[in-house]
């Protein structure tokens, strides 16, 4: 069984600041890794992906994430937060299977405030 | 290019009344869809996915169904619905046989009174 743990369920940090928002991942299978975001009342859009290609992987709006295997870990980093990163983020796993469906579990969220 | 469609946005039910809730994808053939409920401080809740008409698989007992009556429609049925029942619905899909990146709908904002 996959599982997700995203470490605070809100996180605040001053516009400018770097913003860390923490996951960890349970698999018994080399994992697929995402960070979604949702703003309020919207659907999520994927941020950044890990598929076994290199271990930071960059996504959009300049945040990007480190696989860390040993940790198990894929924590979410940008280095200067701005007032439009107000937003749900969302970590996710998937376990890699050779055909059909591939199961995605979801992290509870963690809320992130910018503080101008 | 690839859009998905979800409507209402918002509902609001008496209890007890019936529910449906529609999903649409254009520009892609034979996508996996999904249903997931997003509940205040629980995350996203997988309630159904199919990979083909006619095939759904639940991920949890519950008052809801789905259906998939043409290749790219998702249904979101209920025949009672509860209390329970209230939360953000979002429907979604994916490219089979890929890394299972997710493409989400608006979402429907259901209230049951």
């Known amino acids: 069984a996959q599982s997700v743990t995203q470490l605070g369920s809100h996180v605040s940090v001053s516009e400018g600041a770097l913003v860390l928002l923490r996951c960890n991942y349970s698999s018994s299978v080399p994992p697929y890794l995402f960070w979604y975001v949702q703003y309020p009342n919207q659907g999520l859009q994927l941020l950044l992906k890990y598929t076994s290609a290199a271990t930071l992987v960059k996504g959009i709006n300049g945040f990007e994430a480190e696989f860390k295997k040993s940790e198990t870990s894929f924590h979410l980093t940008k280095p200067s937060a701005h007032m439009s990163d107000a937003a749900e983020y969302f970590c996710?796993?998937?376990?890699?299977?050779?055909?059909?469906?591939?199961?995605?579990?979801f992290g509870t969220g963690t809320k992130l405030q910018v503080i101008p | 290019s690839q859009t998905i469609h979800q409507w209402p946005a918002t509902l609001v039910q008496p209890v007890g009344s019936p529910l449906s809730l529609e999903c649409t994808v254009e520009?892609?053939?034979?996508?996996?869809l999904y249903w997931y409920r997003q509940a205040a401080g629980r995350g996203l809740q997988l309630l159904f996915y199919s990979v083909g008409i006619g095939q759904i698989s639940s991920e949890v007992p519950q008052n809801l169904s789905a259906s998939r009556p043409q290749d790219r429609q998702f249904i979101l049925s209920s025949k009672k619905l509860l209390l329970s029942d209230s939360g953000f619905y979002l429907c979604?899909?994916?490219?089979?046989?890929?890394?299972?990146?997710?493409?989400f709908g608006s979402g429907t904002q259901l209230s049951v009174l």
């Open positions: 520009g892609t053939s034979n996508p996996n």
């Open positions: 979604a899909w994916s490219v089979p046989g890929g890394n299972e990146k997710l493409f």
């Open positions: 996710a796993v998937s376990d890699r299977r050779s055909g059909g469906y591939q199961k995605v579990t």
